[in-house]
């Protein structure tokens, strides 16, 4: 069961709704980043699971794009938080492995990005961030 929080820059205001960590669900693990690029906080995907079949790969990576002119080039950069949340549950397999994925930024994989694991600084002003109670979501 993985929890996002809301994270707050108490100075410039920013807002961020990241699990602050490393986290891990049923059938993805997430590490929360920081891109410097961007100046902003993601949720990256680092592991995938799917199943363990021939067509396994094939068929991650034409639920991803629609179509595939070549899975095993598509699927060396990690799906995002919300396509892997809001995918098709994955019923009748048996079998699974797991996709592992470096960080890299969802906008760009040339971005600079670190992992941000609270309590850990605001990406815009450099102020430590405050952490919300309450998860804002459970997921997964
Ligand atoms: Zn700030
Ligand atoms: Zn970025």
């Known amino acids: 069961m993985g929890r996002s929080y809301w ?4 100075k410039c ?15 993805f693990c ?5 891109c410097r690029d961007c100046q902003e906080l993601y949720d990256a995907v680092t592991r995938f ?6 067509q396994g790969l094939a068929s991650f990576a034409g639920w ?18 919300q396509s892997v949340l809001n995918r098709l549950p994955q019923t009748g397999v048996k079998r699974f492995r797991w996709l592992p994925f470096k960080i890299q930024c969802p ?7 670190r992992s941000w ?3 850990d600084r605001c990406p815009k ?15 997964d």
């Open 7 to 10: 994270f707050e820059c108490p």
């Open 64 to 81: 991803r794009r629609g179509k595939l002119p070549n899975p095993y080039r598509t699927i060396s950069s990690p799906p995002g938080f």
């Open 49 to 54: 699971r799917v199943p363990d079949e021939s």
């Open 107 to 113: 906008v760009s994989a040339l971005h600079r990005v």
């Open 117 to 119: 694991n609270e309590p």
């Open 125 to 139: 002003c450099d102020i430590y961030l405050e952490k919300n109670a309450l998860p804002y979501r459970l997921w």
């Open 30 to 34: 997430v590490q929360t980043i920081l």
């Open 13 to 27: 205001g920013y807002r961020a709704k990241v699990s602050g960590r490393a986290d891990r669900g049923l059938s």
